[in-house]
């Protein structure tokens, strides 16, 4: 009995140490995240952004709520395999979009069914259906060139066109960070650059998804509540999930929670929330 508990306990112990060891292997694997596209493929994304702002101005109180949802095309016109590049056309095929101001009508804009466009959209419509512009993606995600035909106006403090990757292998837990600045306005009216980051962090990686994390950190010193409220829609916190077999984004959220006080006068209160989700169609 004493030779058979001994060999138990061995034979447990050994099971153990082989479960640690693949653990440890399992957790510092290195992962290669890297873009991949095919000639003539074209891929599509929903993009959903849903706001809602709330301010207190001198005892006045507003609320703005916005809704969008539109589609994203790439169309993949070249591919360099020698070179790791990649060509395409970027373009948004339709969008639905949604505002309303506490005390004003709603405005409402579908690009599939509204033949009149309301002002305020009338610069989006313009960009609907056509090639926004024509870029050259490396293996990295790097833009190695574009060529803007119309420019888009709107930030969401996503920073770059694709998510940047690293080019050596990583491990779960393992940061990187790229540069982006934001231009503001001081209360003199002179504008100011704000520099800030991205600081993306791989979480971990399952069944060939690799789950990063995204967060915007501001690196020029600000304390006027006046420049806060400018960079409150445009600093994220979210994740993407990329698919490392396929090459590509599977899906992104950002989420913004962000309270300021003080924007315009002592007693003015901004309180910003939303959402971001984008998620490739299949």
């Known amino acids: 009995?004493?030779?058979?508990?001994?060999?138990?306990?061995?034979?447990?112990?050994?099971?153990?140490?082989?479960?640690?060891?693949?653990?440890?292997?399992?957790?510092?694997?290195?992962?290669?995240?890297?873009?991949?596209?095919?000639?003539?493929?074209?891929?599509?994304?929903?993009?959903?952004?849903?706001?809602?702002?709330?301010?207190?101005?001198?005892?006045?109180?507003?609320?703005?709520?916005?809704?969008?949802?539109?589609?994203?095309?790439?169309?993949?016109?070249?591919?360099?395999?020698?070179?790791?590049?990649?060509?395409?056309?970027?373009?948004?095929?339709?969008?639905?979009?949604?505002?309303?101001?506490?005390?004003?009508?709603?405005?409402?804009?579908?690009?599939?069914?509204?033949?009149?466009?309301?002002?305020?959209?009338?610069?989006?419509?313009?960009?609907?259906?056509?090639?926004?512009?024509?870029?050259?993606l490396n293996r990295q995600g790097q833009v190695v060139s574009r060529k803007a035909k119309i420019e888009q106006k709107l930030d969401l403090g996503l920073g770059h066109f694709t998510l940047p990757l690293p080019a050596e292998r990583i491990t779960a837990g393992t940061s990187w960070s790229s540069p982006h600045s934001i231009m503001v306005k001081e209360t003199n009216g002179q504008s100011k650059e704000i520099k800030t980051r991205q600081r993306y962090k791989l979480l971990h990686v399952k069944n060939g998804l690799a789950t990063i994390q995204i967060k915007t950190e501001v690196l020029t010193p600000v304390a006027d509540p006046k420049i806060k409220s400018q960079l409150v829609q445009r600093l994220t916190d979210g994740q993407v999930v990329f698919d490392m077999l396929a090459g590509r984004v599977l899906s992104k959220t950002m989420d913004w929670d962000e309270d300021i006080v003080g924007f315009s006068g002592a007693e003015s209160r901004l309180k910003y929330t939303a959402k971001y989700e984008e998620k490739l169609v299949k």
């Open 1 to 136: 009995m004493k030779i058979f508990a001994s060999y138990v306990g061995t034979t447990l112990l050994f099971f153990m140490t082989v479960s640690c060891v693949l653990a440890q292997q399992q957790e510092e694997e290195k992962h290669l995240l890297q873009y991949s596209f095919q000639p003539d493929e074209k891929l599509r994304w929903e993009v959903t952004h849903l706001g809602i702002t709330n301010t207190k101005i001198r005892g006045t109180q507003e609320q703005s709520e916005t809704r969008s949802v539109a589609t994203k095309l790439w169309e993949i016109t070249e591919v360099d395999e020698e070179k790791g590049l990649f060509t395409l056309v970027h373009m948004v095929e339709k969008v639905s979009m949604r505002n309303k101001i506490s005390g004003q009508e709603e405005t409402l804009f579908d690009s599939q069914e509204d033949k009149e466009v309301p002002l305020q959209y009338r610069q989006v419509a313009r960009g609907i259906g056509v090639p926004l512009a024509t870029i050259v």
